[in-house]
């Protein structure tokens, strides 16, 4: 298992190279320019300077490396120096976002607490719902519970969440004026009323985005069910007498749970991608915002820097979810 | 197709006298006379299909929804970017079933329109993604030197993040396709290509799994111990045998385009303001959903629709055409 871990680990690091590698070509490939804004009454040898300014006059690969140097070894020395109080990184350049010309990282530790309080919540939410949903309708199979359920959750995963979104804000902002359709951001929960309001702003993105993620969740959870319920071990649990309360959640459910708990992990990072489209209907200033703005300002630091955290989580969640199948299934060899 | 025949000509095989019939199918001893109706399997696949009845209703309305893109601007004949600016935000009538936008334009018409462009660019990127995708997995299934490195190169794509990579193709590279082929095209080709090339690795990797079972079976053996070349094995034998996952995979794979395709008009970033799609009609939509929900709500239904009706579609056919299933 521990070989297993360290040689994913080990070849986790040629892929993250190679994908940023893709996405800043990707982006040097690109026809905008991020001098494109800048009056032409500018001079061209100012031009020039505000150009080599931004680090743009090397060539793409002394950039690369450049930036490889400031995201893996740069950053974490000035996050070491913050914590301890240490000065490693004196005098070292940070990635500098060409749009609000602060560090990119700061940048996305101001938007990192709200994609995490809606997408977090909402997949927790998304799964507490799947979970019982899944269990139900697999024990009675083929009843009405049942029907209904793989109904919804087949509307659940076919209707786009931007869709989703606006019926919700057209029936519970603007027509019952229960919740507001706007989240705002610069409320700070101090007592309990402003509680109730981040509360009450939570509840439509949430249950967007909990109703896709709960959609998919209950058909893994079901049919891992189904799949449990016609082993041998169930008839056996049920001859000994146990109650069906006790086969049923003690011996199937974790079993079941197995499988479900690797897609849960596996879906975490696709969260992230989903919570793009659902932040910019809410107009939640999270992280997906920020990377619409950054793409349509040809901020490249940051397109670059907030794609490959992206990557980095989809590569992270994967091998989590691999090696939380091996944990959790010692059937499972990874040889 | 290829089975069918693929059948009728085993019993003249083994009637010439050969002994290794090349299918591993033991020689038929009852004469095909026998039969009480001649069962293909695709006869097979639809009578299972028609039993699964929620695919069947997707089925009825997602040929509905292709009727109505496709024949209806035939009959309701308003061009879609007409601008009656004297008749914007009117209401239900006779004259607009379902009502004008802010400029005026018939949405029965654009809802049209938008969706013979959705319901395109779904079909050619599932068509893209498919293709690249078999190709792929039967490669990697097949040729054992190819198989690692073409493995590693879809875990890389799996691991990109591909809805931003998205988002960044089609910001960065619209401007000159748009040059190059005229604004729709252009942003059709991109738009298309980008999709199908982000989202062919599920069908590869199927496709990988079921030819590596494929080849251990006994009619490869034979057809190899005759000689069959690489290529026509792969497009005598192989490829017809992995044509029910190739064919569910591509069923979702409409889905998911369509889906996409919405999200990036969604997002702003999809085909220009003068050429409705069903996620740009809802884009556009959004400003005035407090006066006019319904200018949102239709394109909305229209897409979650016609992917629910997809996806019942896809998972009739995954039933119908696992012949486990078939026949209980």
Redesign the interface.
Known sequence: MLSFTIRRLLLAIP??L??SL??FL??E????DPLADVPLTVPPEVRERMREALGLGDPWPIRYILWLKQFFWVEPLHWTDQVFGTSFSEGMQRIISFQSRSPVFDVIAQRVPQTLTVVGMSYVVGVLIAIPIGILSAYRQYSWFDQIGTFVS??G????T??TG??L??IFA?NLQWFPSVYDTTLEVRDWDSFLQQARQMVMPVTVLALYNAAQISRFMRSSMLDNLGQDYVRTARAKGLSERVVVLKHVLRNSLIPVVTVIALGL?AVF??A??TE?VFKVNGLGQL??SA??GNDIPM?LT??FI??I???VF?LVADILYGVLDPRIRYD | MTDTTRTDTDPLRAAAGNAATPEGISPPIVPPQAEVATRSQWLDVWRQFRSHR?AMVGLVIFVSIILFVSVGPLIWTIDPTYVDIRARNSGFSVAHPLGTDQLGRDLLARLMAGGQVSIAVGLTAMIIAIFIGSLIGVMSGYFRRLDAPLMRLT??F????????L???V???R??LSQTFGPALGIFFLIVGAIGATSWMQAARIVRGEVLGLKEREFILAARSIGTPSHRMILRHILPNVLSPIMVAATLGI?TAI?TE??LS??GLGFPPDFPTWGRL?YDA?DQ??LY?WR??FP?VL??LT??CV??IG?GLRDAMDPRIRGR
């Not at chain 1, 490939?29 to 905008?32: K, Q, V």
């Not at chain 2, 799996?158 to 990579?165: D, F, I, Q, R, T």
């Open positions: 892929t993250l190679f994908i893709v996405i990707l982006l490939a690109s026809p905008g087949m509307i995963f076919s209707m786009p931007f869709f606006v019926v804000i057209i603007v990072p991608g989903g793009i489209i910019q990377l619409i793409i349509h397109v907030l794609t992206f990557a989580l989809i590569v994967t | 929620g875990e890389l799996l691991a990109l993040p591909l809805l931003p990579l988002l960044l193709m910001t960065l590279f401007e000159p889905a889906i919405s999200a969604f997002l809802l959004v959903m407090v929900p949102v709500i909305g897409i979650s992917v629910l996806n019942y998972d």
